[in-house]
């Protein structure tokens, strides 16, 4: 019972009128400011967690080489593709993990989409459209049905969502027969595929997802390479003038075409030139010699560590390329979201800096006017760790008490939070996460010693 005696003793002996304005300041402050800090930290990682959820923490850009002038510049080109050495020369730079290549159709393609079914009051949306594929690994998300075999019954397709929300709120909207379309709904709409520029084939497919990376109308890569050796047919690119002892024989013909034409009389002497440039004319046999060169792709898909690197962007400059990110949308959220982390924590700071030194104000003030109580307590033989230990008991139990309300209130602000973006279809844990709990117990920690430390000096100065 001594030390309880003897605590009850220091407790009534050192009971003053503190400076209450103060206190409540300081109070106030550290309110808010704690407030300010357990939010942040636990809105960033809830934040972080759904990013990480719902988009791979990968980076991807497309890279093509620019097409400039008008059409009739344009009609006898070939595709700015990249050679292999370019390729390679890519792959090298710093930050690439992998490269990937599309591969698109090379025949004209129209869509029929029945929103509302074939059997029905809607009518079908008609496009013409494009198909590409690339390696199944640069791939955001591969469905069970993105398998296509030669006697497939369905073509699986994958879009971006973004198309998907243009449709909604953009074409469905201004268009009476047009419905607005969940995912689950998009995915059961007949889809007729015709090919070729008099719809000589018909097909039938799916959309079975919607892409958040890929900027791009998807089929499987088996698909795409059967389709375009039974269908494809020769670009402007691949068109050439034939010339027969200085003069051009005829039409433009196709390398195919020409290269039939082998055993003909004379066929060494002859000379081709492209269907850009006529005058540009050089042997026959370039033209074997090109049908040989394997095919390389006009548009390629990067995987870079982080952001492009230095080196990654200065060669794009010099080699006049554009660089498109594919669905950059996250990394603007990033940036948001960490331009209002860093916001929050600062002002969070800012005001606990602050509420620490008005309470460490308020408790030299509180000492300074017990000061005569203290040293009389002292001359009785109480130690100065004794005296101490009063302040701080009283200033520990203000603190917890400012910061079990702070916890409640982040907790209450989290819990608003949670449904207001339950309304829009996210979800979000409803817990306070370990690690916000960590960071509360480092800044309690941090806070009572700081003030622990003041308490003592300050009482240490009376002697």
């Given at each position: 019972m001594k030390p309880i005696f003897k605590q009850s003793i220091l407790q009534i002996c050192l009971q003053v009128a503190g400076p209450r304005k103060e206190?409540?300041?300081?109070?106030?402050?550290?309110?808010?400011?704690?407030?300010?800090?357990?939010?942040?930290?636990?809105?960033?990682?809830?934040?972080?967690?759904?990013?990480?959820?719902?988009?791979?923490?990968?980076?991807?850009?497309?890279?093509?080489?620019?097409?400039?002038?008008?059409?009739?510049?344009?009609l006898g080109k070939k595709d700015e593709s990249f050679s292999k050495k370019e390729l390679d020369a890519i792959g090298k730079l710093d930050g690439v993990k992998r490269i990937g290549g599309f591969v698109r159709n090379q025949f004209p393609l129209t869509l029929y989409i029945w929103?509302?079914?074939?059997?029905?009051?809607?009518?079908?949306?008609?496009?013409?459209?494009?198909?590409?594929?690339?390696?199944?690994?640069?791939?955001d998300y591969i469905p069970e049905e993105w398998v296509w075999e030669e006697n497939s019954t369905l073509i699986p397709i994958m879009v971006p969502k973004f198309y998907l929300d243009l449709w909604n709120f953009g074409l469905a909207p201004s268009r009476v027969e047009y419905p607005a379309l969940s995912t689950q709904a998009a995915k059961g709409m007949?889809?007729?595929?015709?090919?070729?520029?008099?719809?000589?084939?018909?097909?039938?497919?799916?959309?079975?997802?919607?892409?958040?990376r890929i900027n791009s109308v998807l089929v499987p890569e088996s698909?795409?390479?059967?389709?375009?050796?039974?269908f494809g047919q020769p670009d402007s690119g691949n068109f050439y003038f034939l010339w027969k002892e200085g003069t051009i024989d005829g039409p433009p013909r196709t390398s195919k075409q020409i290269i039939e034409m082998i055993n003909e009389p004379g066929f060494d002497s002859w000379e081709v030139s492209p269907l850009g440039n006529p005058a540009d004319r050089s042997p026959?046999?370039?033209?074997?010699?090109?049908?040989?060169?394997?095919?390389?792709?006009?548009?390629?898909?990067?995987?870079?560590?982080?952001?492009?690197?230095?080196?990654?962007?200065?060669?794009?400059?010099?080699?006049?390329?554009e660089l498109n990110r594919e669905f950059p949308e996250q990394d603007i959220i990033k940036k948001a979201l960490t331009g209002l982390f860093i916001g929050l924590v600062g002002i969070g700071t800012l005001l606990s800096l602050l509420s620490i030194a008005t309470f460490?104000?308020?408790?030299?003030?509180?000492?300074?006017?017990?000061?005569?109580?203290?040293?009389?307590?002292?001359?009785?033989?109480?130690?100065?760790k004794q005296i101490s230990q009063i302040f701080f008991s009283r200033f520990t139990r203000l603190f917890f008490g400012i910061l079990i309300l702070s916890l409640l209130i982040a907790f209450i602000g989290k819990s608003i939070l949670i449904e207001q973006v339950n309304g829009i279809g996210l979800s979000i844990n409803e817990i306070i996460s370990p690690s916000t709990l960590f960071f509360l117990g480092i800044y309690a920690i941090i806070f009572l010693l700081i003030n622990k430390r003041v308490i003592d000096k300050s009482i240490a100065d009376l002697l």
């Open positions: 206190l409540i300041i300081a109070s106030v402050g550290c309110l808010i400011g704690s407030i300010l800090l357990l939010l942040a930290i636990q809105f960033y990682q809830d934040a972080q967690n759904y990013l990480n959820d719902n988009e791979a923490p990968k980076n991807y850009f497309t890279i093509n080489k620019k097409v400039e002038g008008g059409a009739l510049v344009n929103p509302s079914g074939k059997i029905g009051l809607g009518a079908a949306a008609k496009t013409d459209l494009f198909f590409e594929s690339i390696p199944d690994e640069f791939l007949p889809i007729e595929i015709f090919i070729g520029k008099n719809r000589e084939t018909t097909l039938d497919g799916r959309f079975v997802a919607f892409s958040k698909f795409l390479t059967w389709a375009n050796e039974k026959i046999t370039s033209i074997s010699k090109s049908q040989e060169k394997e095919i390389q792709p006009s548009r390629i898909i990067l995987e870079v560590a982080d952001n492009p690197s230095p080196s990654l962007l200065q060669f794009i400059e010099d080699k006049g390329y460490a104000t308020s408790y030299r003030l509180l000492i300074a006017k017990s000061s005569e109580h203290a040293r009389n307590l002292l001359l009785l033989g109480f130690s100065r």
